[in-house]
């Protein structure tokens, strides 16, 4: 009898707990969202972009780069001048700019679509930028360069430049880093040799 007394009892214990066990709330499922790119994060990881940070503020052109990025199927590429690069400019030159024209020294660094170094070499010049129709400009970039060397040029007209490596190269965001802030032809004229 005690084995059926013992069996019962766990027999009574079983069917009460497999309710509470099924009552019980589950972890919810992992999510596959990704998270927002931050291109403050990444040019600051880079130690020598605290003037485009300040521009990319001002200009709350960091802020559409954001909004753009995590909401389109394209990516971005940036092309962020060192501190050293603003620091080579004629004095006074980014005071004499008009805030619309800051902008536009801005945007003319962003190109609304991700292009690997490769992708540079293979794109018809001149490659329109997001400064492209504003007031009508053309504010083209184009590039030259070497595949075999990964070499790869950058002109405005006004200054051309390499491009020295890539602060990141990850679609949907490619962030190469040059020597010389990019001068647009449609804000500083022609260049003078």
Known sequence: MSSSLFSYVVLLIFLFTIPYIQSQPTAPAPTTEKSPINLTAILEAGHQFTTLIQLLNTTQVGFQVSVQLNSS??????????DNAFNKLKPGTLNSLTYQQQIQLMLYHIIPKYYSLSDLLLASNPVRTQATGQDGGVFGLNFTGQAQSNQVNVSTGVVETRINNALRQQFPLAVY?????????ELFGTKTT
Request: charged share 15%; glycine share 6%.
């Open 177 to 185: 880093v040059v020597d010389s802030v990019l001068l647009p032809e």
């Open 73 to 82: 199927d394209q990516g971005m590429t940036i092309f962020a001048p060192t």
